[in-house]
DNA sequence: GAAATTTTGTGACAAATGTCAATTGACGCT
DNA sequence: AGCGTCAATTGACATTTGTCACAAAATTTC
Protein backbone atom coordinates (compact mmCIF):
# COMPACT_ATOMS: atom_id res chain seq x y z
CA UNK A 1 0.00 0.00 0.00
CA UNK A 2 2.48 2.36 1.13
CA UNK A 3 4.50 2.43 -2.27
CA UNK A 4 1.37 2.79 -4.11
CA UNK A 5 0.28 5.62 -2.19
CA UNK A 6 3.67 7.49 -2.69
CA UNK A 7 2.75 8.01 -6.66
CA UNK A 8 -0.51 9.34 -5.50
CA UNK A 9 1.03 12.13 -2.82
CA UNK A 10 3.07 13.14 -5.87
CA UNK A 11 0.19 13.64 -7.76
CA UNK A 12 -1.49 15.92 -5.14
CA UNK A 13 1.41 17.91 -4.24
CA UNK A 14 1.72 18.84 -7.86
CA UNK A 15 -1.57 20.24 -7.74
CA UNK A 16 -1.11 22.03 -4.45
CA UNK A 17 1.55 21.98 -1.93
CA UNK A 18 0.54 19.66 1.25
CA UNK A 19 2.04 19.02 4.28
CA UNK A 20 2.24 14.98 5.39
CA UNK A 21 -0.11 15.32 8.23
CA UNK A 22 -2.63 16.75 5.95
CA UNK A 23 -1.66 14.26 3.34
CA UNK A 24 -2.98 11.44 6.26
CA UNK A 25 -5.92 12.34 6.75
CA UNK A 26 -6.94 10.78 3.71
CA UNK A 27 -5.51 7.21 4.39
CA UNK A 28 -8.47 5.95 5.87
CA UNK A 29 -11.13 6.20 3.29
CA UNK A 30 -9.01 5.12 0.49
CA UNK A 31 -9.25 1.85 -0.89
CA UNK A 32 -7.44 -0.25 -3.43
CA UNK A 33 -9.67 -1.93 -6.06
CA UNK A 34 -8.05 -4.04 -9.28
CA UNK A 35 -9.86 -4.03 -12.04
CA UNK A 36 -9.20 -7.21 -14.64
CA UNK A 37 -8.86 -6.11 -18.25
CA UNK A 38 -12.11 -6.20 -19.89
CA UNK A 39 -14.39 -5.42 -16.48
CA UNK A 40 -16.32 -1.82 -15.45
CA UNK A 41 -15.26 0.46 -13.20
CA UNK A 42 -18.13 2.15 -13.51
CA UNK A 43 -21.16 1.27 -15.61
CA UNK A 44 -23.52 3.31 -17.23
CA UNK A 45 -27.20 3.89 -16.18
CA UNK A 46 -25.70 3.62 -12.16
CA UNK A 47 -24.95 6.68 -9.99
CA UNK A 48 -21.08 6.91 -10.26
CA UNK A 49 -20.09 7.47 -6.21
CA UNK A 50 -16.38 6.89 -6.67
CA UNK A 51 -13.06 8.42 -8.00
CA UNK A 52 -9.89 6.70 -8.51
CA UNK A 53 -6.48 7.32 -8.78
CA UNK A 54 -4.50 5.00 -11.16
CA UNK A 55 -1.55 3.01 -9.95
CA UNK A 56 -1.35 1.17 -13.00
CA UNK A 57 -3.06 -0.01 -15.78
CA UNK A 58 -5.33 1.78 -18.33
CA UNK A 59 -9.01 2.43 -18.22
CA UNK A 60 -11.37 3.94 -21.23
CA UNK A 61 -14.16 5.84 -21.09
CA UNK A 62 -17.24 5.51 -22.97
CA UNK A 63 -20.77 5.59 -23.66
CA UNK A 64 -22.87 4.10 -26.43
CA UNK A 65 -23.92 6.00 -29.70
CA UNK A 66 -26.26 3.62 -32.21
CA UNK A 67 -24.77 0.54 -30.55
CA UNK A 68 -21.41 1.13 -30.74
CA UNK A 69 -18.77 2.30 -27.84
CA UNK A 70 -17.67 6.23 -28.70
CA UNK A 71 -14.29 6.56 -26.68
CA UNK A 72 -14.71 10.21 -24.60
CA UNK A 73 -11.34 9.37 -22.38
CA UNK A 74 -8.13 7.38 -21.83
CA UNK A 75 -6.94 7.48 -17.86
CA UNK A 76 -3.58 5.78 -17.47
CA UNK A 77 -1.33 5.50 -14.48
CA UNK A 78 -0.93 9.01 -12.34
CA UNK A 79 -4.15 10.60 -13.52
CA UNK A 80 -8.02 10.45 -12.42
CA UNK A 81 -10.83 8.56 -13.93
CA UNK A 82 -14.17 8.77 -12.72
CA UNK A 83 -17.81 9.62 -14.61
CA UNK A 84 -17.22 13.25 -13.79
CA UNK A 85 -21.30 14.60 -14.01
CA UNK A 86 -22.54 11.68 -12.51
CA UNK A 87 -19.74 11.86 -9.67
CA UNK A 88 -20.39 15.27 -8.47
CA UNK A 89 -24.41 15.58 -9.30
CA UNK A 90 -24.96 11.83 -8.02
CA UNK A 91 -27.16 11.68 -11.60
CA UNK A 92 -27.46 8.58 -13.23
CA UNK A 93 -24.31 7.62 -15.56
CA UNK A 94 -23.96 8.36 -19.41
CA UNK A 95 -20.61 6.67 -19.72
CA UNK A 96 -19.25 3.28 -18.76
CA UNK A 97 -15.47 3.07 -17.88
CA UNK A 98 -13.51 -0.16 -18.53
CA UNK A 99 -10.33 -1.04 -17.95
CA UNK A 100 -8.04 -1.81 -21.58
CA UNK A 101 -5.35 -3.95 -19.59
CA UNK A 102 -5.37 -4.97 -15.55
CA UNK A 103 -5.59 -2.17 -13.26
CA UNK A 104 -4.59 -1.02 -9.73
CA UNK A 105 -6.69 1.94 -8.76
CA UNK A 106 -7.06 4.00 -5.77
CA UNK A 107 -10.55 4.55 -4.65
CA UNK A 108 -12.40 7.14 -2.82
CA UNK A 109 -16.43 7.19 -2.53
CA UNK A 110 -18.08 10.47 -3.01
CA UNK A 111 -19.57 10.08 0.44
CA UNK A 112 -15.46 9.93 1.95
CA UNK A 113 -14.39 12.57 -0.01
CA UNK A 114 -16.70 14.55 1.49
CA UNK A 115 -16.29 14.62 4.67
CA UNK A 116 -12.42 14.22 3.80
CA UNK A 117 -13.20 17.48 2.54
CA UNK A 118 -14.56 19.09 6.27
CA UNK A 119 -11.64 17.80 7.67
CA UNK A 120 -9.01 20.17 5.85
CA UNK A 121 -10.09 22.94 3.32
CA UNK A 122 -6.32 21.81 1.63
CA UNK A 123 -8.47 18.53 0.51
CA UNK A 124 -11.28 20.76 -1.45
CA UNK A 125 -8.42 22.73 -2.83
CA UNK A 126 -7.26 19.91 -4.24
CA UNK A 127 -10.61 18.86 -5.36
CA UNK A 128 -11.41 22.13 -6.95
CA UNK A 129 -7.63 22.23 -8.82
CA UNK A 130 -8.57 18.67 -10.62
CA UNK A 131 -11.50 19.89 -11.99
CA UNK A 132 -9.63 22.95 -12.91
CA UNK A 133 -7.47 20.59 -14.78
CA UNK A 134 -10.51 18.36 -16.16
CA UNK A 135 -12.05 22.05 -17.72
CA UNK A 136 -8.37 22.47 -19.33
CA UNK A 137 -8.47 19.15 -20.89
CA UNK A 138 -11.61 19.60 -21.96
CA UNK A 139 -10.95 22.87 -23.53
CA UNK A 140 -8.12 21.40 -25.38
CA UNK A 141 -9.84 18.73 -26.82
CA UNK A 142 -13.01 20.36 -28.42
CA UNK A 143 -10.35 22.19 -30.50
CA UNK A 144 -9.13 19.32 -32.22
CA UNK A 145 -11.94 17.45 -32.13
CA UNK A 146 -14.15 20.46 -33.54
CA UNK A 147 -11.86 22.08 -35.88
CA UNK A 148 -8.95 19.39 -36.80
CA UNK A 149 -9.02 17.31 -39.65
CA UNK A 150 -8.43 13.87 -38.86
CA UNK A 151 -4.97 13.44 -39.67
CA UNK A 152 -4.58 16.74 -37.53
CA UNK A 153 -6.47 15.04 -34.34
CA UNK A 154 -4.14 11.57 -35.07
CA UNK A 155 -0.90 13.97 -34.49
CA UNK A 156 -2.13 15.98 -31.52
CA UNK A 157 -2.78 12.42 -29.91
CA UNK A 158 0.89 11.34 -30.40
CA UNK A 159 1.88 14.83 -29.28
CA UNK A 160 0.03 14.65 -25.94
CA UNK A 161 -0.09 11.39 -25.24
CA UNK A 162 2.28 8.96 -27.36
CA UNK A 163 1.73 6.08 -25.11
CA UNK A 164 -1.43 5.65 -25.87
CA UNK A 165 -0.48 4.29 -29.15
CA UNK A 166 1.21 1.94 -28.25
CA UNK A 167 -1.17 0.46 -25.62
CA UNK A 168 -4.61 0.79 -27.49
CA UNK A 169 -6.33 -0.94 -30.27
CA UNK A 170 -6.66 1.41 -33.41
CA UNK A 171 -10.36 1.11 -33.12
CA UNK A 172 -10.79 2.18 -30.07
CA UNK A 173 -8.28 5.16 -30.98
CA UNK A 174 -10.64 5.98 -34.00
CA UNK A 175 -13.38 5.98 -31.28
CA UNK A 176 -11.94 8.23 -29.22
CA UNK A 177 -10.35 10.76 -32.27
CA UNK A 178 -14.39 10.53 -33.62
CA UNK A 179 -13.08 9.16 -37.27
CA UNK A 180 -13.28 5.56 -38.50
CA UNK A 181 -11.08 2.19 -37.96
CA UNK A 182 -10.41 2.36 -41.98
CA UNK A 183 -9.64 6.40 -41.83
CA UNK A 184 -7.02 5.92 -39.31
CA UNK A 185 -5.66 3.00 -40.64
CA UNK A 186 -5.27 4.94 -44.24
CA UNK A 187 -3.75 7.80 -42.04
CA UNK A 188 -1.35 5.50 -39.98
CA UNK A 189 0.21 3.93 -43.67
CA UNK A 190 0.64 7.53 -44.66
CA UNK A 191 2.61 8.58 -41.83
CA UNK A 192 5.04 5.89 -41.76
CA UNK A 193 5.62 5.89 -45.61
CA UNK A 194 7.06 9.04 -44.99
CA UNK B 1 -26.67 49.23 -9.94
CA UNK B 2 -28.73 47.90 -7.45
CA UNK B 3 -31.37 46.81 -10.35
CA UNK B 4 -28.18 44.96 -12.09
CA UNK B 5 -26.94 43.45 -9.09
CA UNK B 6 -29.83 41.68 -8.29
CA UNK B 7 -29.59 39.35 -11.81
CA UNK B 8 -25.83 38.21 -10.18
CA UNK B 9 -27.62 37.30 -6.97
CA UNK B 10 -30.14 34.99 -8.55
CA UNK B 11 -27.02 33.58 -10.42
CA UNK B 12 -24.83 32.64 -7.38
CA UNK B 13 -27.69 31.64 -5.43
CA UNK B 14 -28.38 28.90 -8.21
CA UNK B 15 -25.50 27.71 -7.40
CA UNK B 16 -25.06 28.06 -4.25
CA UNK B 17 -27.51 29.06 -0.71
CA UNK B 18 -25.99 32.73 0.06
CA UNK B 19 -27.40 35.15 2.85
CA UNK B 20 -27.41 38.57 1.59
CA UNK B 21 -24.30 39.57 4.09
CA UNK B 22 -22.24 37.09 2.25
CA UNK B 23 -23.41 38.37 -0.56
CA UNK B 24 -22.75 42.15 0.54
CA UNK B 25 -19.38 40.85 0.45
CA UNK B 26 -18.84 41.13 -3.16
CA UNK B 27 -20.08 44.59 -3.82
CA UNK B 28 -17.26 46.68 -3.42
CA UNK B 29 -14.70 44.19 -5.57
CA UNK B 30 -17.72 44.95 -8.57
CA UNK B 31 -17.52 47.18 -11.63
CA UNK B 32 -19.91 47.85 -14.26
CA UNK B 33 -18.21 47.38 -17.87
CA UNK B 34 -20.07 48.32 -21.00
CA UNK B 35 -19.01 47.09 -24.29
CA UNK B 36 -20.00 48.18 -27.25
CA UNK B 37 -20.54 45.78 -30.16
CA UNK B 38 -17.50 44.73 -31.94
CA UNK B 39 -15.18 45.42 -29.13
CA UNK B 40 -13.28 43.19 -27.12
CA UNK B 41 -13.71 42.58 -23.87
CA UNK B 42 -10.76 40.24 -23.54
CA UNK B 43 -7.82 40.82 -26.21
CA UNK B 44 -5.74 37.39 -27.69
CA UNK B 45 -2.12 37.74 -26.63
CA UNK B 46 -2.73 39.50 -23.07
CA UNK B 47 -3.54 37.92 -19.59
CA UNK B 48 -6.80 37.54 -19.18
CA UNK B 49 -7.27 39.04 -15.63
CA UNK B 50 -10.97 39.70 -14.83
CA UNK B 51 -14.26 37.83 -15.37
CA UNK B 52 -17.98 38.92 -16.31
CA UNK B 53 -21.53 37.91 -15.28
CA UNK B 54 -23.38 39.58 -18.53
CA UNK B 55 -26.14 42.10 -17.68
CA UNK B 56 -27.31 42.08 -20.93
CA UNK B 57 -26.17 41.52 -24.51
CA UNK B 58 -24.33 38.63 -26.14
CA UNK B 59 -20.46 37.76 -26.36
CA UNK B 60 -18.77 35.35 -28.33
CA UNK B 61 -15.41 33.79 -27.39
CA UNK B 62 -12.86 33.15 -30.24
CA UNK B 63 -9.74 32.01 -31.95
CA UNK B 64 -7.46 32.17 -34.75
CA UNK B 65 -6.93 29.18 -37.01
CA UNK B 66 -5.40 30.05 -40.22
CA UNK B 67 -6.85 33.54 -39.89
CA UNK B 68 -10.10 33.30 -39.93
CA UNK B 69 -12.28 33.40 -36.57
CA UNK B 70 -13.38 30.14 -35.09
CA UNK B 71 -15.72 30.53 -31.99
CA UNK B 72 -15.64 28.66 -29.10
CA UNK B 73 -18.59 30.00 -26.77
CA UNK B 74 -21.26 32.24 -27.09
CA UNK B 75 -22.46 34.02 -23.65
CA UNK B 76 -25.35 35.55 -23.05
CA UNK B 77 -26.91 37.30 -20.08
CA UNK B 78 -27.37 35.67 -16.73
CA UNK B 79 -24.12 34.03 -17.84
CA UNK B 80 -20.16 33.74 -17.02
CA UNK B 81 -17.78 34.69 -19.89
CA UNK B 82 -14.11 34.62 -19.19
CA UNK B 83 -10.84 32.65 -20.99
CA UNK B 84 -11.04 30.03 -18.67
CA UNK B 85 -7.40 28.98 -18.59
CA UNK B 86 -5.85 32.27 -18.76
CA UNK B 87 -7.88 33.36 -16.13
CA UNK B 88 -6.98 30.76 -13.63
CA UNK B 89 -3.60 30.15 -14.70
CA UNK B 90 -2.50 33.46 -15.62
CA UNK B 91 -0.86 32.49 -18.98
CA UNK B 92 -0.97 34.70 -22.03
CA UNK B 93 -4.81 33.69 -23.81
CA UNK B 94 -5.11 31.94 -26.72
CA UNK B 95 -8.68 33.42 -27.24
CA UNK B 96 -10.38 36.60 -27.48
CA UNK B 97 -13.69 37.47 -26.54
CA UNK B 98 -16.34 40.04 -28.64
CA UNK B 99 -19.09 41.62 -28.13
CA UNK B 100 -21.69 40.66 -30.61
CA UNK B 101 -24.25 43.05 -29.33
CA UNK B 102 -23.63 46.36 -27.14
CA UNK B 103 -23.04 44.53 -23.80
CA UNK B 104 -23.41 45.20 -19.93
CA UNK B 105 -21.40 43.49 -17.77
CA UNK B 106 -20.63 43.38 -13.88
CA UNK B 107 -16.85 42.52 -14.06
CA UNK B 108 -14.41 41.76 -11.17
CA UNK B 109 -10.81 41.29 -11.37
CA UNK B 110 -8.49 37.86 -10.71
CA UNK B 111 -6.88 39.87 -7.77
CA UNK B 112 -10.64 40.90 -6.25
CA UNK B 113 -11.39 37.74 -6.35
CA UNK B 114 -8.53 36.08 -4.62
CA UNK B 115 -9.41 38.77 -1.68
CA UNK B 116 -13.03 37.79 -1.82
CA UNK B 117 -12.18 33.60 -1.57
CA UNK B 118 -10.21 34.76 1.77
CA UNK B 119 -13.38 36.59 3.45
CA UNK B 120 -15.88 33.86 3.04
CA UNK B 121 -15.24 30.29 1.83
CA UNK B 122 -18.93 30.70 0.58
CA UNK B 123 -17.63 32.34 -2.37
CA UNK B 124 -14.64 29.74 -2.77
CA UNK B 125 -17.63 27.38 -3.14
CA UNK B 126 -19.32 29.38 -5.82
CA UNK B 127 -15.78 29.58 -7.74
CA UNK B 128 -15.69 25.95 -7.82
CA UNK B 129 -19.49 25.56 -8.80
CA UNK B 130 -18.80 27.57 -11.60
CA UNK B 131 -15.81 25.46 -12.76
CA UNK B 132 -17.76 22.23 -12.41
CA UNK B 133 -20.92 23.63 -14.29
CA UNK B 134 -18.45 24.52 -17.35
CA UNK B 135 -17.19 21.19 -17.38
CA UNK B 136 -20.34 19.70 -17.55
CA UNK B 137 -20.59 22.38 -20.59
CA UNK B 138 -17.40 21.09 -22.11
CA UNK B 139 -18.51 17.59 -21.66
CA UNK B 140 -21.15 18.03 -23.72
CA UNK B 141 -19.84 20.12 -26.37
CA UNK B 142 -17.26 17.33 -26.71
CA UNK B 143 -20.10 14.80 -27.56
CA UNK B 144 -21.70 16.99 -30.05
CA UNK B 145 -18.82 18.54 -31.71
CA UNK B 146 -16.96 15.10 -32.09
CA UNK B 147 -19.08 12.57 -32.70
CA UNK B 148 -22.56 14.22 -34.32
CA UNK B 149 -23.08 15.08 -38.01
CA UNK B 150 -23.59 18.56 -39.15
CA UNK B 151 -27.61 18.62 -39.17
CA UNK B 152 -27.14 16.97 -35.47
CA UNK B 153 -25.08 19.87 -34.22
CA UNK B 154 -27.28 22.05 -35.37
CA UNK B 155 -30.69 20.32 -34.08
CA UNK B 156 -28.26 20.37 -30.30
CA UNK B 157 -27.85 23.97 -30.76
CA UNK B 158 -31.54 24.50 -31.20
CA UNK B 159 -32.40 22.40 -28.40
CA UNK B 160 -29.92 23.89 -26.06
CA UNK B 161 -29.53 27.75 -26.82
CA UNK B 162 -32.64 28.65 -29.12
CA UNK B 163 -31.99 32.02 -28.95
CA UNK B 164 -28.49 32.05 -30.12
CA UNK B 165 -29.90 31.00 -33.96
CA UNK B 166 -31.86 34.33 -34.02
CA UNK B 167 -29.35 36.65 -32.47
CA UNK B 168 -26.17 35.50 -34.25
CA UNK B 169 -24.94 35.59 -37.93
CA UNK B 170 -25.10 32.40 -39.38
CA UNK B 171 -21.09 32.64 -40.28
CA UNK B 172 -20.73 33.13 -36.37
CA UNK B 173 -22.82 30.13 -35.63
CA UNK B 174 -21.26 27.80 -38.62
CA UNK B 175 -18.19 28.31 -36.99
CA UNK B 176 -19.38 27.15 -33.47
CA UNK B 177 -20.45 24.02 -34.90
CA UNK B 178 -17.54 24.03 -36.94
CA UNK B 179 -19.13 23.50 -39.87
CA UNK B 180 -18.89 25.37 -43.18
CA UNK B 181 -21.21 28.14 -43.81
CA UNK B 182 -22.34 27.22 -46.96
CA UNK B 183 -23.01 23.81 -45.15
CA UNK B 184 -24.89 25.39 -42.51
CA UNK B 185 -27.52 27.66 -44.75
CA UNK B 186 -28.06 24.06 -47.04
CA UNK B 187 -28.80 22.48 -43.56
CA UNK B 188 -31.02 25.53 -42.61
CA UNK B 189 -33.62 25.56 -45.92
CA UNK B 190 -33.59 21.49 -45.49
CA UNK B 191 -35.53 21.67 -42.07
CA UNK B 192 -37.79 24.88 -43.49
CA UNK B 193 -39.21 22.72 -46.17
CA UNK B 194 -39.76 20.33 -43.75
C1' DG C 1 -33.71 56.44 -50.65
C1' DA C 2 -29.67 55.10 -53.52
C1' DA C 3 -25.21 53.19 -53.37
C1' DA C 4 -21.99 50.46 -51.03
C1' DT C 5 -21.00 46.84 -48.06
C1' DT C 6 -21.95 42.76 -45.75
C1' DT C 7 -24.39 38.60 -45.19
C1' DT C 8 -26.75 34.71 -46.94
C1' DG C 9 -28.21 31.34 -50.45
C1' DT C 10 -27.30 28.22 -54.38
C1' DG C 11 -25.00 25.51 -58.01
C1' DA C 12 -21.00 22.91 -59.63
C1' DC C 13 -17.33 20.54 -58.40
C1' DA C 14 -13.45 18.79 -55.23
C1' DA C 15 -11.78 16.75 -51.11
C1' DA C 16 -12.35 14.24 -46.94
C1' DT C 17 -14.33 10.72 -44.68
C1' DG C 18 -17.58 6.77 -44.15
C1' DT C 19 -19.29 2.16 -45.49
C1' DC C 20 -19.03 -2.37 -47.15
C1' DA C 21 -16.53 -6.38 -48.57
C1' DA C 22 -12.59 -8.98 -49.07
C1' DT C 23 -7.85 -9.88 -47.71
C1' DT C 24 -4.07 -10.04 -44.86
C1' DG C 25 -1.82 -10.39 -40.52
C1' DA C 26 -1.22 -11.56 -35.61
C1' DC C 27 -1.90 -14.58 -31.88
C1' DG C 28 -3.39 -18.29 -29.04
C1' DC C 29 -4.89 -23.07 -28.90
C1' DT C 30 -4.59 -27.96 -29.70
C1' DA D 1 2.35 -26.99 -38.02
C1' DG D 2 -2.51 -26.11 -38.74
C1' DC D 3 -6.79 -24.06 -37.31
C1' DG D 4 -9.77 -20.52 -35.57
C1' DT D 5 -10.58 -16.00 -34.03
C1' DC D 6 -10.10 -11.32 -33.96
C1' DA D 7 -7.78 -7.02 -35.45
C1' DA D 8 -5.95 -4.30 -39.08
C1' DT D 9 -5.41 -3.16 -43.83
C1' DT D 10 -6.87 -2.28 -48.45
C1' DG D 11 -9.89 -1.42 -52.50
C1' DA D 12 -14.21 0.23 -54.51
C1' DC D 13 -17.70 3.12 -54.00
C1' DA D 14 -21.20 6.28 -51.43
C1' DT D 15 -21.99 10.13 -48.61
C1' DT D 16 -20.91 14.17 -46.33
C1' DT D 17 -18.85 18.30 -46.19
C1' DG D 18 -15.78 21.92 -48.07
C1' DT D 19 -14.48 25.30 -51.65
C1' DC D 20 -15.18 28.52 -55.17
C1' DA D 21 -17.98 31.49 -57.88
C1' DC D 22 -21.70 34.19 -58.21
C1' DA D 23 -26.48 35.90 -57.30
C1' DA D 24 -29.88 37.51 -54.08
C1' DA D 25 -31.07 39.62 -49.88
C1' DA D 26 -30.23 42.36 -45.98
C1' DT D 27 -27.88 46.00 -43.70
C1' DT D 28 -25.22 50.07 -43.34
C1' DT D 29 -23.69 54.48 -44.88
C1' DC D 30 -24.03 58.69 -46.86
Known amino acids: MN???????????????MDDSTFELAKEFLKIERIAKGDDFI????????????????????YLKD???VNTCFCA?????SSFESFTNQ??????????????????SKSALDKLYQLHSKWQEVG?????????RLSARVQTLGF????????ALIENQPHI??????????SYLGVSRETLSRIRSKIVKH
Chains 1, 2 share one sequence.
Do not use: W
Open 3 to 17: TELSNFKHYINNLVS
Open 43 to 62: TQGKVCNKIAFIISGLLKIY
Open 67 to 69: GNH
Open 77 to 81: ENSIA
Open 91 to 108: TVSQESIEALEDSTLIVI
Open 128 to 136: HKMVEKECV
Open 148 to 155: DSALEKYK
Open 165 to 174: IQRVPIQDIA
